[in-house]
């Protein structure tokens, strides 16, 4: 049994349209000024987060997952489910697509195709992302694609900090520049680029496009995905739901004060985004600050909170 949260340490990777917003706004010690990606809570083979204290000290969330598959109940031999990150879009991502777990399976060998969720930390006025395309049919989607008419396939947003947005997959998307998310995902690591603006990395090499890929599982036409924002409020914690789906729940907790809460989920992951206060669990006060990372083990029950801080909360 383990009644205490498990507090990860973030895997920091370098990308071409990465800055410096990881070091500035969460305290991480950034590898480059071109640091795209901070891996929060991941049991990805790519970068899994290590423990940073208490009975698990210096583990992986990999090897807790296969060692100790209680602390989530685990019900599956397959791999971790999930994966949070947060990203500093410093410049325009490339536009991409993710395959679903069929497709993932059967062409790439890994167990799971990539649907996510963004929430968007921060945002520079006017900033926008891209989020599906305008064609009609598959016959149009592939001409366009072949003929480069990018401006009139891709679907622009503008988003502001506060914002949520669902991305299964087959969508199409990439997150612009100037833009901060926190990103909730199935653990994958599969990207089909579409489009990367005729960047060149640093050796002067286009990036590799997976055009035929892209076609294979893009869904089409595109779809918004409809959500419905359910808010339940308890003293001193309000819970607004922001996606509920097959793959994931995420919500956004708000503490103002102090508050008690019963968990019901096996285990949750928790991002702290905004403030500070303690977590207290069994007894013992915890901690926590913009930029904490950490997951409740199936053995917690009951939770309270003080302080005044915003959390994304979520789970399988």
Not at 117 to 139: F, M, P, R, T
């Amino acid at each position: 049994m383990l009644k205490e949260p498990i507090f990860l340490k973030p895997v920091l990777q370098e990308r071409i349209w990465g800055g410096t917003k990881l070091r500035e706004e969460y305290g991480y010690e950034i590898p480059s000024e071109t640091t795209g990606e901070a891996w929060v809570i991941s049991a990805h083979p790519n970068g899994p987060s290590t423990v940073t204290g208490g009975r698990f000290a210096g583990k992986t969330l990999d090897q807790l997952w296969e060692n100790h598959g209680g602390l989530f109940n685990r019900k599956t031999d397959g791999e971790y489910p999930l994966l949070v990150k947060i990203l500093d879009a410093a410049d325009d991502l490339s536009v991409q697509v993710h395959p679903d777990d069929r497709y993932a399976q059967e062409e790439e060998g890994v167990p799971y195709g990539k649907t996510e969720c963004w929430y968007v930390l921060g945002a520079q006025e006017g900033a926008n992302l891209i989020l599906g395309h305008n064609a009609a049919d598959k016959s149009e989607f592939e001409k366009m694609v072949d003929d480069g008419r990018w401006e009139q396939l891709f679907r622009y947003v503008k988003v502001q900090k506060g914002d949520f947005v669902y991305v299964p997959s087959g969508t199409i998307h990439a997150i612009g520049r100037g833009i901060t998310i926190l990103e909730v995902q199935q653990s994958s690591d599969i990207t089909y680029r579409v489009y990367d603006y005729d960047r060149r990395d640093k050796d002067g090499n286009s990036r590799e496009l997976h055009l035929d890929r892209a076609k294979a599982v893009t869904s089409i036409p595109h779809e918004d995905a409809k959500l419905d924002f359910e808010i339940t409020e308890e003293n001193g914690l309000t819970i607004r739901q922001l996606v509920k789906e097959q793959y994931f729940t995420v919500e956004k907790w708000e503490v103002a004060g102090e508050a008690g809460h019963s968990i019901s989920a096996d285990f949750l992951q928790a991002d702290v985004t905004e403030g500070n206060g303690i977590i207290k669990v069994a007894g013992e006060e915890y901690e926590l600050s913009k930029g904490v990372h950490f997951i409740l083990p199936n053995d917690v029950e009951y939770i309270e909170l003080e302080g005044e801080m915003e959390l994304i909360v979520s789970h399988p």
